[in-house]
Each structure stands twice: as structure tokens, then as C-alpha cells.
């Protein structure tokens, strides 16, 4: 996060202009507070971004509504400067040797040219070394011209600063930016980091970033950090550097170490696997797509408007809000239309911003993104809009999207037709041979276990497909009771199979419990009559009665120690043999091969509790107990 970004996303409720900005600045009545940057690797915090903030319990507190203020009062680039002054001062103040992170958009950076001189006194004389300051590119405006740019930071790092760059993979933050820029920093944006336990295109854009970042010599920094998942996750892809509320929130004081231990990584030396599905997991909610935008009273003119527009060049929406209830939207396009013929600023320059404002859907922060969706698709075409208001209670809250709505909504489609079984929303064909190859590359020791019914088919006949179905749901749901999360993967590779990743040491134990919870839900799906008689008959392909058993569930599995196989290829034709011997044993059984075993993964204690059968010297197997 970045002062200045918020000034353009987030603006409070309450209205801006209500005190004056000047008079704040000229009484230096701003200051800073600091977000600590951990370095995971040592456990202490390596440096700390510098946030505005105005004084406490005002309307110019926040970042948005000082901003909001600087464009009308045209001093955006001074109130920006004035915020990385303030920053440096009373970060020298508490003689902090870690390095200090200021945020500074492109313009301000080159306006700010003929000071380097006078700044590099400056902290000298504060004892800050420039070398502990990192410049912060904000991501405000578009760069057309990248050898000015390129020239520009080659004066600030001769005084030896560094630079970063915020928000990778959102607004200008671009390859082409890294590339041109060569930062020594770049943070990646958030989004990326919310979910990237559970989510592996998630996981797979975070490492290509990371490859890119060791290509050109730049240190990752992740933002967003709030759970030890995603801090276990970012542990394992050698992420040096994070930051959020997990680690510690902005505070007018700086600390050296964590108040608290950082979590540390999990000493059984397992890799972190993606989060199981949750039965209860709902739609996301349309707060997730909140923009927090400056408002406007319903007094204010046109001429604010379009000053307000014209020093934020990245800025597309101003909300008009009166006492916290939401009037409509202006939109930069709206304004500049309506002021493009000659002499219509100066007729109506001075005239309410009301007669440019355009109506808004409005939303409340707690409906799904799916329930918005159908609202504004029920909409006749006229009357859908680029951008709607998202409410808590009535009361302005900030905006939301539309492009950004429908991202999410593709992006769940995307995401369930290839990831996830339809059925059972267990991870698919795709992400099992991803978490497979993951599993091996890393070198980390784990058991594959192939999960199938048998004399599944004679029963979706002689019950219907619905009981079939049902059957299959409640073993995915057994399957991933019984696992560990982070440390076991189970995925859905279609009908009634399933492939379980094990890397916890009490795998064998969890997979009997398995056996037995799946032989005892029996009692549900199937009549007393079949119990008692132990199946049911019906009738062959050629139309004669036969006797069919009751469903049976046969796992195989193969001990994957590392350097024994290359791929996901090699693990599943692996797989399939020891399924078909499996499913030779009656009843619910599970077969182990063991010619893989070494001391990565040991068997479970309880192997003595099971009958063994051992009709080769190379394997053994277990058979728990007939099907009822």
C-alpha cells in the first residue's frame, strides 16, 4: 500500500474540503506511520513503508481525502513531497537502522530533480544514509517516455538510493516497467498473495515472478500477508520479503523485531499443499471488489470536479455523496464530454456537479458477486454502466467495476471447468499432476493413493443415478476428513476415482479410517435387505439374474521417495497397477507397495492392528474388513 495510491482509491466517507489543506500543511500537521517489511529468512523486519496521515479524528485524516484536497487546491506534487520530508524526519527521530521505504509517483520523482543536492545533505545531516532509502514508484501515471525515466532514477541511485516498484500485476506495473526500470524491489500486488494457499494459478504467476525477479536481479516483496498458510506458501517459493497485517500493522513507532515469533515453517518437512474445499465455502462477496473513491458534497461545482480529475490522471470516478448517503457517480469521461464544446466550462463551470452526475446501481457489500451479476444482467442494455456503488446499510461504502465483476465471475467458470470436478468440487486431472510434480521436484517424500468403488456400476443402476452421485460426494468428503490439510491433497480424477497426495506419517492409519468410514455409511445408501444378504440381485449385459456385492472401496498405493520417479507420468502408471491388485482383494481393502519405501515416510504404528496378506514378497497388502 502507498499513500499516494490510496489518495486516488480510497477516500473516507465524510467529505474533504470541509478545513483547509494549506493550512494543515503550512502548520506541518501531517505525519507518518510505518509498515514494518519482514525479512522471513532472518525474522526481522529489513525495512518500513512510510503512510500519510493527517490528524487523528478529522476529515483530512486519511490519505484519500488529503489528496482529494491537494488536487483542488492544485499541490498534489507538494503535498507529496512534503509527506516523504515528514516520512524521513521522523523516521530519523527514532535512529532506526533499517531502510525506509517513501512513495513517490513519476512526476513528483522528476520534479524533484534539482533537490537531490539539497536532499542528500540533508540526510546526511540526519544520519539517515541515502542508501537506506527506497523509492516507491506509484502506479498514478502512464510512461511514455522511458529513457526521461531511465535518467531521472539514475540521479537518485548516484546518491545511492534504490528503487521499487509497487503492485506487480496491477496498473502500470507491467513487464515492460520491470524491465526498463530495473528495480532493486518490486512488490507483488495483493491480489496475487490473497488465496495463493488454495489457489495454483495463484501460485504459478507468484513463481514466474520470482523466476523474472532472479533474472534481472530484483528482490521480491510480497503485500498482503495475513495467514500463516499464505506465509508458509511464500516460505516455500523463497519469497525473502513480506508485508501486511500478518506481519504488523502501520504504527507511529518502529520496532527492530516481531512483538511476536514468526511463524515458522512446519518441522516435518512436508511441502505446503493447496487447502482442502470446504463444504460451507460460499460465494465471494461484493466487497471484494471495493474501490474506496474521493466524494464530493452534491454544493461542490463543476470546476472542482475537473481539477480533481486533472491533477489525478489516473483517476476515472468521483462518487457524490450527501451525509453518507450515495447521489450518483461523475465519471472523468462524463465531465470532459460535457465540457469539450467551446465556452461550456466557463457557462457552466460553477454550476453542482449534479448536473453531470449520472445515476448508479447500487449494491450492498454483503451480496455474492454472482447475486450482482444477475442484477445487472436482468438490466435492459441502456441502462448497464461501467461502475456501480457498493452501500453497507444504505450508506456509501466505495465502487465496484464492472470489468472486474465479470473477471471474477470468468474466472470462477475458468477455474471450475478445469480444476475442479463438478460433482464433488475436489481439484481435477489439472491440479493433481500439478501438486504431483510439485511433490517430486521439490525432492519431498509422499504416497499416492488411487481411491475406487467397486461394483459401483450395478449399484447406479439398481439405486439411480442420484444415489450414485451421492455415494461419490460423501467419499470425497470422507476422503478429505480423513486428510491432513496443507499436508494432504485429494483430488477428483472423474466417475468414482479419486487420487489422494499423503504427506503426513500417519498416512496408513488415516487411509483404514478411511476403509472403515466408507463401509459403515453403507448402512445410509443401501436397503436392509441387501445389508443382510450383503448385495442384491439384477441382471447382466445378456439379461440373466446375477448376485452383485455391495459397493467396496479398494485403495492402492506407491511410497514416492525422492529420485525414484520423474514425473506424474511415471507416479500414475505406478498407480494403476496397484489398483488393479487392489481391487483383486474382497471387500474394502488397501494395497501398499513397498519396494519404494524408505525412511522419508514410515508406515503407520498400527500396522500390526491390520490382517496382513503378503501374496508377493515385494508388496503387502491389507484387507480391513468384508464390505458389511
Not at 482509491?9 to 506511520?33: E, I, T, Y
Not at 436392509?528 to 455391495?550: I, K, M, N
Request: proline share 5%; charged share 25%; net charge negative.
Amino acid at each position: 500500500m502507498n499513500f499516494h495510491k490510496q489518495g486516488q482509491k480510497n477516500a473516507a466517507n465524510a467529505s474533504p474540503f470541509s478545513r483547509s489543506l494549506r493550512d494543515l500543511m503550512d502548520d506541518r500537521g501531517l505525519h507518518a506511520v510505518y509498515q514494518p517489511i519482514l525479512d522471513q529468512r532472518q525474522g526481522r523486519y529489513f525495512a518500513f513503508e512510510a503512510l500519510l496521515r493527517g490528524p487523528e479524528n478529522s476529515e483530512l485524516h486519511t490519505p484519500a481525502a488529503l489528496f482529494a484536497a491537494a488536487a483542488m487546491e492544485n499541490c498534489t506534487h507538494e503535498l507529496e513531497w512534503l509527506a516523504v520530508e515528514t516520512a524521513i524526519l521522523q523516521f530519523a527521530e527514532q535512529h532506526c537502522a533499517q531502510r525506509l521505504f517513501v512513495n513517490m509517483s513519476i512526476g513528483c520523482l522528476h520534479a524533484s530533480r534539482k533537490r537531490l543536492v539539497a536532499v542528500r545533505h540533508d540526510l546526511l545531516r540526519l544520519g539517515v544514509p541515502p542508501s537506506r532509502i527506497v523509492i516507491e514508484l506509484t502506479e498514478n501515471e502512464s510512461v511514455t517516455d522511458f529513457s526521461d525515466l531511465q535518467e531521472t532514477l539514475k540521479e537518485f541511485r548516484s546518491i545511492g538510493m534504490q528503487i521499487a516498484m509497487d503492485d506487480m500485476g496491477e496498473g502500470f506495473s507491467n513487464l515492460r516497467m520491470w524491465s526498463e526500470v530495473r528495480p532493486e524491489f518490486v512488490k507483488i500486488d495483493r491480489h496475487f498473495i490473497d488465496g495463493i494457499d488454495s489457489d495454483p494459478l495463484k501460485l504459478h504467476f507468484v513463481r514466474a515472478m520470482h523466476e523474472i525477479a532472479d533474472a534481472c536481479g530484483s528482490a521480491l516483496i510480497a503485500e498482503g500477508v495475513e495467514t500463516e498458510a499464505q506465509l508458509a506458501v511464500l516460505r516455500e517459493l523463497g519469497i525473502p520479503y513480506l508485508q501486511g497485517f500478518g506481519i504488523a500493522r502501520p504504527n507511529r513507532s518502529v520496532a527492530t523485531l516481531p512483538p511476536v515469533a514468526v511463524p515458522s515453517a512446519d518441522d516435518s518437512g512436508s511441502l505446503m499443499l493447496p487447502s482442502r474445499p470446504r463444504t460451507d465455502r460460499q460465494m465471494p462477496r461484493i466487497d471484494q471488489l471495493l474501490h474506496e473513491v474521493p466524494t464530493v458534497s452534491p454544493n461542490a461545482d463543476n470546476d472542482t470536479i475537473y481539477r480533481i480529475f486533472e491533477h489525478q490522471p489516473a483517476l476515472n470516478i468521483v462518487a457524490v455523496v450527501d451525509s453518507g448517503m450515495p447521489l450518483g457517480l461523475i465519471t472523468r469521461s462524463t465531465l470532459i464530454d460535457r465540457f469539450a464544446r467551446p465556452y461550456r466550462r466557463e457557462l457552466y463551470g460553477k454550476r453542482s456537479c449534479t448536473m453531470v452526475m449520472d445515476p448508479a446501481l447500487l449494491v450492498d457489500e454483503a451480496q455474492s458477486v454472482q447475486e450482482v451479476a444477475q442484477t445487472i444482467g436482468s438490466q435492459r442494455g441502456t441502462e448497464i454502466s461501467d461502475c456501480f456503488v457498493i452501500t453497507c446499510e444504505g450508506r456509501f461504502r466505495g465502487v465496484g467495476f464492472l470489468r472486474e465483476l465479470m473477471t471474477i465471475i470468468t474466472d470462477m467458470q475458468i477455474r471450475a471447468a478445469r480444476y475442479a470436478n463438478p460433482l464433488t468440487q475436489l481439484p481435477g486431472n489439472v491440479p493433481i499432476n500439478e501438486q504431483m510434480d510439485r511433490l517430486i521436484e521439490s525432492e519431498h517424500d509422499f504416497v499416492a493413493a488411487y481411491c475406487d468403488l467397486d461394483h459401483f456400476k450395478p449399484y447406479n443402476d439398481a439405486y439411480g443415478y442420484r444415489c450414485g452421485d451421492q455415494m461419490i460426494q460423501q467419499l470425497g468428503t470422507i476422503l478429505t476428513d480423513s486428510t491432513a490439510d496443507h499436508q494432504d491433497f485429494v483430488g477428483h480424477v472423474g466417475g468414482d476415482d479419486f487420487i489422494v497426495l499423503m504427506q503426513s506419517h500417519d498416512w496408513e492409519m488415516r487411509l483404514q479410517r478411511v476403509l472403515k468410514d466408507f463401509d459403515s455409511s453403507l448402512k445410509q445408501r443401501v436397503k436392509a435387505e441387501h445389508l443382510a444378504t450383503g448385495g442384491y440381485s439384477g441382471e447382466d449385459r445378456r439379461g440373466q439374474h446375477v448376485f452383485h456385492p455391495l459397493p467396496a472401496l479398494s485403495i492402492g498405493c506407491v511410497i514416492v521417495e525422492a529420485g525414484n520417479f520423474a514425473s506424474h507420468h511415471e507416479v500414475s502408471a505406478a498407480l494403476s497397477e496397484v489398483k488393479k491388485e487392489a481391487k483383486r482383494i474382497p471387500g474394502s481393502a488397501l494395497f501398499v507397495e513397498r519396494r519404494q519405501h524408505g525412511a522419508g515416510i514410515p508406515p503407520a504404528e498400527t500396522k500390526q492392528q491390520i490382517d496382513a496378506v503378503s501374496p508377493a514378497p515385494s508388496f503387502s497388502t491389507a484387507r480391513l474388513c468384508p464390505s458389511v
